[in-house]
Structure formats: structure tokens, C-alpha cells
């Protein structure tokens, strides 16, 4: 099983290979200018930054911290180490459905929903937003 590491809290925890989403959210209105040919587009913002991911434990006590992290409430940054960029003040959604992957009981499995409350993407080299 191919696997890359994200960081939550400086724990380093293994996500399955091409399981990884972000989604980003940005609210627009279109406003049309009644008795003209002319429309507006208006920002309004962005939401929070989705990452669901799908996370695994290679043994017991990997298990216990997974399941020690996803259970709490605590905000923190997630590095998404391989592509140099990271999300601040970063929450876990608060649910998660945990499976065992192997009869022998070593290896387990958890899909996770981060919640990125600052919605941007910041580059780990320079601490600069990304986009």
C-alpha cells in the first residue's frame, strides 16, 4: 500500500495515495443591472478549506493516536509534506469511521475531513500564501 505523510499538531500520520481532496470554496454573486445589458460579479469571501484524506495506523499504538487526534478538538496547522504547502488553524470535523484493514489486526484505516478556518494554502519554505 502506497502511503505519504501529512503533519497535524506535529504528529506525522500516514494518508493513502490519491485519497486526498481539497476543497476550496469561494462565494460570488452575479448582479444584473435591470434595463441594461450589464452584470457585476461581486466577491464575497471565502469559506473554510476542506481536506479529507484517508488515513492509516500500521500498528496498535499508531491506531491509539490516530484515534486520540481525530476525537479531539484541538487547532493546529496540517502540513501536506511532498507538496510544500501547509494550512493554519486547522480542525478536525469531529467524526470519523475507523476499519480494520488486515485479519491480524496491525493495520487500520480512518477517513478523516480536516477544516482549514484560514481558508489559504501558505508555502512551508517561506510562510507566504500560496494563491
Known amino acids: 500500500m502506497i502511503t505519504y505523510n501529512i503533519t497535524f499538531n506535529e504528529i506525522d500520520l500516514h494518508v ?5 481532496t481539497i476543497l476550496n470554496k469561494r462565494f460570488k454573486e452575479v448582479r444584473h443591472y435591470p434595463g441594461t445589458n450589464i452584470s457585476a460579479n461581486i466577491d464575497l469571501g471565502r469559506q473554510a478549506t476542506e481536506i479529507n484524506c484517508e488515513l492509516f495506523a ?3 499504538d499508531e491506531k491509539i493516536l490516530m484515534e486520540q487526534l481525530l476525537s479531539s478538538n484541538v487547532l493546529g496547522d496540517l502540513y501536506i509534506n511532498g507538496e510544500g504547502r501547509f494550512y493554519k ?8 469511521e475507523m476499519s480494520q484493514e488486515t485479519e491480524d489486526g496491525q493495520i487500520y484505516s480512518a477517513s478523516a475531513k480536516f477544516i482549514a478556518l484560514d481558508p489559504f494554502p501558505y508555502d512551508i519554505d517561506t510562510g507566504e500564501v500560496m494563491y
Not at 493513502?16 to 486526498?20: A, D, E, F, L, Q
Request: no cysteine.
Open 58 to 60: 500500521y500498528n496498535q
Open 16 to 20: 493513502k495515495n490519491k485519497t486526498m
Open 89 to 96: 488553524n486547522v480542525i478536525h470535523s469531529g467524526s470519523f
